[in-house]
């Protein structure tokens, strides 16, 4: 595997030195003063689009999902994965309006954009394109990626792809203990698998904001699709957006809702407002740990 990967990044939707020091860990060629400069040309982009698009994220479309995508929507319903991960707030499934919806994400992987316009050199079909966007499994973690000492359970992500990990805990898994004073003839079995990878977005007031699904969404709109079909958390306030979707707590929430002229999804199809550059793969480790506790009981 390649330890480079080439990064989009969205100018002017991270603040300034956040967007440096992204480059300054990640990136071999970082020139300040050239970056800020590009920073500061792709602001001034945003601000004219500012006074010319103000309230293009209000009223984002919804559409009714067609019958051609009925089937898949059903078979998602009926998914139990999907049915936890999305039980904390109420849920519809539409297809939204791609240049009315807002970003979560201000960086794209090349690599994984690539792979997709490879997999659809055009527009898949209703079903294909339903199938595509609200998948119906996962695929787990690599074996060699995963591994448990008994105490801490360690995933490595290198492609930063696992956004929702299902972690449980099963009693009773057979094991084969010798025979003697005080051993222990049940033992405990840690299952790990992750939520299907569902195009998300989550709605509040008129606005939408995408949270999962970027990368899918870039390729199917270049290819001209402008309405996607989407899981949607409805909300009603911030906290319901936090709940939804944990990963958006980093984000200036206010910002996005309230802001005239918020970081579109569009954007990324700009190229006055991304810069790319080449960078070090991302990469996270993930661990739990099992930690002893003896506590007194009344």
Not at 118 to 131: F, G, I, K, R
């Amino acid at each position: 595997m390649n330890d480079r990967v080439t990064e989009h990044v969205l100018l002017g939707a991270m603040p300034q030195q956040q967007f440096l020091a992204r480059l300054e860990q990640r990136s071999d060629a970082f020139d300040r003063d050239d970056l800020a400069t590009a920073w500061r040309t792709a602001r001034e982009t945003l601000s004219r689009l500012e006074e010319r698009e103000a309230g293009c994220a209000d009223d984002a479309g919804i559409l009714a999902i067609p019958p051609e995508m009925a089937a898949q929507v059903d078979a998602v319903i009926a998914t139990p994965a999907i049915a936890q991960a999305f039980a904390r707030v109420p849920v519809m499934f539409g297809l939204i309006e791609l240049d009315a919806t807002m970003t979560a994400r201000t960086v794209l992987i090349d690599e994984r954009l690539e792979a997709m316009k490879t997999s659809w050199p055009a527009v898949p079909e209703d079903a294909a394109l339903a199938a595509a966007c609200l998948p119906q499994t996962a695929e787990p973690p690599p074996a060699s990626r995963v591994s448990f000492d008994g105490r801490c359970l360690s995933i490595r992500d290198d492609h930063e792809v696992l956004q929702q990990l299902d972690i449980r805990i099963e009693t009773g898994a057979p094991v084969s203990l010798p025979d003697a004073p005080g051993a222990v003839h049940t033992a405990l079995r840690l299952l790990v698998g992750t939520s299907p990878p569902l195009v998300h977005a989550v709605r509040l007031g008129g606005r939408l904001l995408l949270v999962d699904g970027h990368h899918r969404a870039r390729v199917l709109r270049a290819l001209g699709v402008t309405f996607l079909p989407c899981i949607v958390s409805v909300c009603g306030d911030l906290d319901d957006v936090i709940a939804a979707a944990p990963s958006a707590g980093d984000l200036d929430l206010e910002a996005l809702f309230e802001s005239p002229r918020p970081p579109m999804l569009r954007d990324f199809g700009r190229g006055a407002l991304v810069h790319t550059y080449s960078a070090r793969r991302p990469g996270r480790l993930l661990q739990w740990r099992i930690e002893p506790s003896v506590q007194w009981l009344p």
